[in-house]
């Protein structure tokens, strides 16, 4: 196991004893079948994991490029599921859309993900 492996195990209990359940609602569109002429509908699937909701540092705010509104939180997710932009958000049964997502995956391993949401 490497080093960043070991850091994303870590950061995920972290998250799991400390952050609160979040859910990502993820919409499949609808598809057509070109063989029987039919289209399937669209499915939506709801995806748990753990996250802490904070507001932005100065630090977050210039890597975002400053493109930051009144009311914009920081959703520090965990990377047992990797967030959409099309994805809908749950946190503590608000609603919330996602504006930008920030993976932190040094060597290519994800640790976590820095969602910038908006009610």
Excluded: C, H
Excluded at 75 to 84: F, K, T
Excluded at 111 to 116: D, G, L, R
Aim: charged letters at 15%.
């Amino acid at each position: 196991m490497s080093f960043y492996e070991s850091l994303a195990g870590t950061a995920v209990n972290l998250l799991q004893q400390f952050g609160t359940q979040t859910v990502l609602i993820r919409t499949t569109g609808e598809e057509f079948d070109p063989v029987t002429g039919r289209v399937t509908p669209g499915t939506t699937e709801q995806l748990k994991t753990n996250g802490v909701l904070t507001s932005f540092t100065k630090t977050t705010e210039t890597a975002l490029g400053g493109n930051i509104v009144a009311g914009d939180m920081l959703l520090v997710l965990s990377a047992e599921v990797e967030p959409l932009s099309t994805d809908k958000l749950l946190v503590n049964g608000e609603p919330w859309t996602i504006v930008r997502i920030l993976p932190v995956n040094p060597a290519g391993t994800p640790i976590s993900y820095k969602v910038q949401v908006r009610k």
